[in-house]
């Protein structure tokens, strides 16, 4: 888990505790997250299946939304990102192989240490 800060259009800042998952593909956020929050959306057309690890279809897929454009602070490193909306069980962000590999950090697991490209950040 990283502690991350999403930045709501018009209405702040949420501190979050995003899931790492490299078995997922994409980054997701979940709708009831999106919900209360009232996060903007946006229409997937056509909506993007999703499956699990041994190739079932995710519980909320396909994904027919997205989030639009958000600003995600982990530590100091401050991206632009979108989400697919999904019902995700226990984080409201959930960072997969597709974040990964656009920022390619190196985690420490033993130390809780994560490093981007620009910066270490210690969690743990």
Known sequence: ???ATV???GQGAVEVQASVDSGATATFMDSDFV???SIPQQQLSPPVLVETIDGRPLRSSPMVAA???LHMRIG?????AMFYVATVSHFPVVLG???LRA??????????AVQFPEVWIAYW
């Open 76 to 80: 100091p490193h401050i991206e632009e």
């Open 67 to 69: 989030t639009r454009p």
């Open 97 to 99: 192989l597709e974040w």
């Open 7 to 9: 930045f709501m259009p």
């Open 1 to 3: 888990m990283l502690p």
């Open 35 to 37: 919900t209360q929050w």
């Open 103 to 112: 920022h390619d950090p190196q985690i420490i697991w033993s130390s809780g």
